[in-house]
T-cell receptor, first 114, second 115 residues
Framework: GENVEQHPSTLSVQEGDSAVIKCTYS??????FPWYKQELGKRPQLIID?????GEKKDQRIAVTLNKTAKHFSLHITETQPEDSAVYFC?????????????FGRGTSLIVHP | DAGVTQSPTHLIKTRGQQVTLRCSPK?????VSWYQQALGQGPQFIFQ???????QRGNFPDRFSGHQFPNYSSELNVNALLLGDSALYLC??????????????FGAGTRLSVL
């Protein structure tokens, strides 16, 4: 099955700095890659996603890049703010039986210091 | 428009007992997936229901079973509880077809503690 590795497990930055979280996946059949943000005690929320026919996608301060050849994808957050502090999960999804079943990474705890 | 709702929010059980967790999907969604999230880990896929049938299943034992009702709501049942079943159980709903298909929206989860 699919295996997703996520690094780093913890990332501490100063407000205004950029943050980068990296994930690798094992199954070249994966073709949908969502990123979720989970604040303490709250539900995971989709913040951005990318499909395998696209190399990069940007939404305001957040961007995701995908390298299919190397089987890795990254989340970039610019001009970080204290409210960006949360756990971020990447996932790789394979279409199976008409649906996408995501395999999640173990998460990155992002701490933004004011 | 209500999002994904789960009940109860917290539950305490003892080893060997059985538990039922409930999920109502986001309005208009037809597919429900269940995940187990252990402390400090990412969500792990348990199974997915569509048209009242289990369509996909992750690497979980038969003690984990589910059901989907005609109104698309779903239940997760766990029998013969083990200490290791203590976790946050998340429900996610999605659409099977359409532009936004397969984008999963999560509920807030049920925190299960097995003593």
């Amino acid at each position: 099955g699919e295996n997703v590795e996520q690094h780093p497990s913890t990332l501490s930055v100063q407000e205004g700095d950029s943050a980068v979280i990296k994930c690798t996946y094992s199954d070249s059949a994966s073709n949908y890659f969502p990123w979720y943000k989970q604040e303490l005690g709250k539900r995971p929320q989709l913040i951005i996603d990318i499909r395998s026919n696209v190399g990069e996608k940007k939404d305001q301060r957040i961007a995701v890049t995908l390298n299919k050849t190397a089987k890795h994808f990254s989340l970039h957050i610019t001009e970080t703010q204290p409210e960006d502090s949360a756990v971020y999960f990447c996932a790789a999804s394979i279409a199976s039986g008409g649906s996408y079943i995501p395999t999640f990474g173990r998460g990155t705890s992002l701490i933004v210091h004011p | 428009d209500a999002g994904v709702t789960q009940s109860p929010t917290h539950l305490i059980k003892t080893r060997g007992q059985q538990v039922t967790l409930r999920c109502s999907p986001k309005s208009g969604h037809d597919t429900v997936s269940w995940y187990q999230q252990a402390l400090g880990q990412g969500p792990q896929f348990i199974f997915q229901y569509y048209e009242e049938e289990e369509r996909q299943r992750g690497n979980f034992p038969d003690r984990f079973s589910g059901h989907q009702f005609p109104n698309y709501s779903s239940e997760l049942n766990v029998n013969a509880l083990l200490l290791g079943d203590s976790a946050l159980y998340l429900c996610a709903s999605s659409l099977r077809v359409g532009v936004a298909k397969n984008i999963q929206y999560f509920g807030a989860g049920t925190r299960l503690s097995v003593l």
